[in-house]
Antibody, heavy 119, light 110 residues
């Protein structure tokens, strides 16, 4: 059974960088049949996919147009985890952030992290 | 406005069968599989159905999914009080190159 465990701060100041990590158990971040996503949820935007990273003989990352240019999703093979960095955040980035793995036996989500952007 | 369209609410009485629809397009449901999620307020979404009609282990067979053309449906039979939750559909969008979600359907058990 694939499980995802998130970590990271719940409060970020405007214009700074939001950083979260998702640790994977039960599968490998380097699996050639999986993709590792970040999704956020807020009352104003609903569920919003932010991007993903995956390995298919080399690493790929894809991002939503709404955050492209200030987002990076990176794998860490040594720790079997992946991360989210969202730069230049504003109060509009306040949301619950989820990691979610799309793998051969289904889809698994992390527990969610409420991130508030405030000074 | 969400890319996938769901009714905002649905209801039923205990024991009844209810169905929740999800309408997409040729670039979403028309070409890709659909997942369904159940979310109790304050908790993370839980996968009920993946790949249109597959249930993860532990999900009761009262929950079933189907897809036809550019639409999908989640059916819940033998409705129970703890089925009260928000339900979301999701699919990959080839045009946007990303997952898209429905706006959610709030299910009330009367």
């Amino acid at each position: 059974q694939v499980q995802m465990r998130q970590s990271g701060p719940g409060l970020v100041k405007p214009s700074q960088t939001l950083s979260l990590t998702c640790a994977i158990s039960g599968d490998s971040v380097s699996s050639k049949s999986a993709a590792w996503n970040w999704i956020r949820q807020s009352p104003s935007r609903g569920l919003e996919w932010l991007g993903r990273t995956y390995y298919r003989s080399k690493w790929f990352s894809e991002y939503a147009a709404s955050v492209k240019g200030r987002i990076a999703i990176k794998p860490d093979t040594s720790k079997n985890q992946y991360s989210l960095e969202l730069n230049f955040v504003s109060p509009g980035d306040t949301a619950i952030y989820y990691c979610a793995g799309d793998h051969s036996s289904g889809v698994s989500w992390g527990q969610g992290t409420l991130v508030t952007v405030s000074s | 406005q969400s890319v996938l369209t769901q009714p905002p609410s649905a209801s039923g009485t205990p024991g009844q069968r209810v169905a929740i629809s999800c309408s997409g397009s040729s670039s979403t449901i028309g070409r890709n599989t659909v997942n369904w999620y159940q979310q109790v307020p304050g908790t993370a979404p839980k996968v009920l159905i993946y790949n249109n009609n597959q249930r993860p282990s532990g999900v009761p067979d009262r929950f079933s999914g189907s897809k036809s053309g550019t639409s999908a449906s989640l059916a819940i039979s033998g409705l129970q009080s703890d089925d009260e939750a928000d339900y979301y559909c999701a699919a990959w969008d080839d045009s946007l190159t990303g997952w898209v979600f429905g706006g959610g359907t709030k299910l009330t058990v009367l």
